[in-house]
């Protein structure tokens, strides 16, 4: 079995929109298992709660008694899992056998929303965090930095650690922490104040983690690594960047998109007469903490992408009190979805050339660490010379290294892969399953699993209809379709998975 250090039980719960992360020592007790799981959720120790674990075949199993627990973490020791899934609610069903406020199938697809993950440790409450901008670990000393979110930080004291560093805190939350030597020495040496913008691999220097939480806050303006930079000029100490973007150096020309959450204007450089797609974000879609988590992951995957021939990548960005901005490469030879509506559907060689591109910008992507997660025609760019962007990375998910899953259930509906729509962990093969229903789509001239407005029954339109209709039914290949193209559909498409 796969345990965490000093053979402690991982406790993934699942409670009012947050998975809270925590350890248990076995043996576990009933009693103090409820009363962690209660302190864990920040609820009174007089409230009832439902406790639910999700078993080897995905189905929630009540836990009421000692023996139904022991049952829980046998079944899990012998499965080698490395952690046990739990669902918490409040109160208790009105009868047994019903189901509690609040529960619905729903609830168990391993998240159809982003969920705040929140680590507890110690009486901390850690949450991953995106730096921009280096900042020392409290236990090791070493800066906290690098794509992605590499850090944690408790939402109650502000303490900084690394990720690998969470489980050794051994100072309560709450209580003082004084730095170590060696952080006193690096700070007296090197003000807080004082740090170089845009640079990655020196003249940075932090306070003490933990005390300074300067390191996660969101500069006013940020230059990607594509932008060229005069030397900084140094003040009274502070090194500050001569060089800044702001909307004043564009001219607006004309909206170009719209989505649920921002929209994307066509926008033309001032000084330069270059042509930028400016995507805007209005901040009031995100209040807490994570909901600007796809941001940051979309800012982090933008800048990972700049430079590569098929993939957007980011020019600069910067943000207003009310909006953020990110200035990005125009493709104008619109999506493929425009393209498939006029022509109906590709020739093979066209879907074949367009293909390749797609799965060099994927496999760019995946040897990152990143899996794309929402391929679909609306974000397939063509450029001018008639080459292949990729577009739109709000659903990546980054740091997957080889053998490592995630269990997010998201996705345009009529590309998400069986093993998510299964609750199942996944990889990079969600993105391949993606592409093999693009290439039917280019080759075809319609969806695999084109069932809107298709059956009379309305019941038939619905997502869920959708959802077991990928899960179950057989794809047909067209016939018109040469057998080296029927191949490789079939391959893409393997339900199985790979």
Same mark, same amino acid.
């Given at each position: 079995?796969?345990?965490? =250090? ?75 899992? !490395? ?24 609830? +168990? ?10 680590y507890l440790f110690n009486g901390h409450r850690f949450q991953a965090k995106r730096l921009n901008r280096r900042i020392q670990c409290f236990i090791c000393n070493d800066y906290i930095w690098g794509i992605g979110r590499q850090g944690y930080r408790c939402a109650d004291c502000r303490l900084c650690v690394h990720k690998k560093c969470h489980r050794l805190v051994r100072t309560p939350c709450g209580q003082a922490v004084t730095p170590s030597i060696t952080s006193l020495q690096q700070n007296s040496v090197y003000p807080a104040s004082t740090y170089h913008t845009g640079s990655q691999n020196g003249g940075e220097k932090a306070s003490f983690a933990g005390l300074d939480n300067g390191a996660f ?18 003040? =009274? ?39 930028? !797609? ?6 009031? /879609? ?21 430079? +590569?021939?098929?993939?957007?990548? *980011? ?21 493929? /979805? ?36 929402? *391929? ?78 298709? !059956? ?28 080296? !193209? ?13």
């Open positions: 079995m796969v345990m965490e =250090e000093d053979t402690d039980i991982k406790l993934k719960t699942r409670f009012l929109g947050q998975v809270l992360v925590l350890y248990a020592r076995p043996p576990l007790q009933i009693d103090k298992f409820f009363s962690l799981l209660k302190e864990a959720c920040q609820q009174p120790s007089s409230h009832p709660i439902t406790v639910k674990w999700i078993d080897e075949d995905g189905d929630p199993v009540s836990i009421d008694s000692q023996r139904e627990l022991d049952e829980a973490v046998r079944i899990l020791q012998q499965s080698g899992d !490395a952690e046990l899934n739990i669902h918490v609610f409040l109160g208790q069903p009105a009868l047994p056998g019903l189901p509690c406020e609040g529960e619905d199938r729903n609830v +168990y697809r391993r998240g159809a929303r982003r969920w705040k993950k929140i806050q969101e500069a006013e303006v940020d230059l990607s690594l594509q932008t060229t930079c005069t030397p900084a000029v140094a003040t =009274e100490g502070v090194v500050t960047s001569k060089w800044s973007v702001s909307l004043s150096d564009f001219r607006l020309l004309t909206v170009i998109g719209r989505g649920s959450y921002a929209k994307v204007v066509q926008a033309e450089h001032i000084k330069t007469k270059e042509i930028y !797609a400016i995507k805007i974000i209005k901040k009031q /879609m995100f209040n807490e903490d994570e909901d600007i988590d796809w941001v940051q992951t979309e800012k982090s995957v933008f800048e990972a992408a700049s430079n +590569y021939p098929f993939l957007v990548g *980011l020019h600069s960005c910067f943000q207003t009190e009310s909006r953020l901005f990110f200035v990005i490469e125009f493709v104008p030879g619109g999506d493929l /979805m425009f393209h498939m509506q006029r022509q109906r559907k590709l020739p093979e060689d066209h879907a074949r050339f367009y293909s390749c591109e797609i799965i060099l910008a994927l496999h760019f992507l995946h040897s990152r660490g990143i899996i794309y997660r929402d *391929l679909k025609l609306d974000n397939v760019l063509i450029d001018a010379e008639g080459h292949v962007k990729l577009t739109d990375y709000g659903m990546c998910k980054e740091n997957i290294g080889p053998g490592d899953v995630t269990s997010t259930f998201c996705g345009t509906p009529n590309y998400i892969a069986p093993e998510i729509l299964r609750g199942e962990d996944y990889g990079f093969s969600v993105d391949w399953w993606a592409l093999g229903v693009l290439m039917y789509e280019m080759m075809a001239g319609r969806s695999p699993f084109d069932i809107v407005g298709a !059956a009379g029954d309305p019941d038939q339109n619905t997502e869920d209809y959708l959802f077991q209709i990928i899960l179950e039914k057989q794809i047909r290949i067209p016939r018109s379709l040469s057998v080296k !193209a029927a191949s490789v559909l079939k391959q893409f498409l393997n339900k199985v998975g790979f």
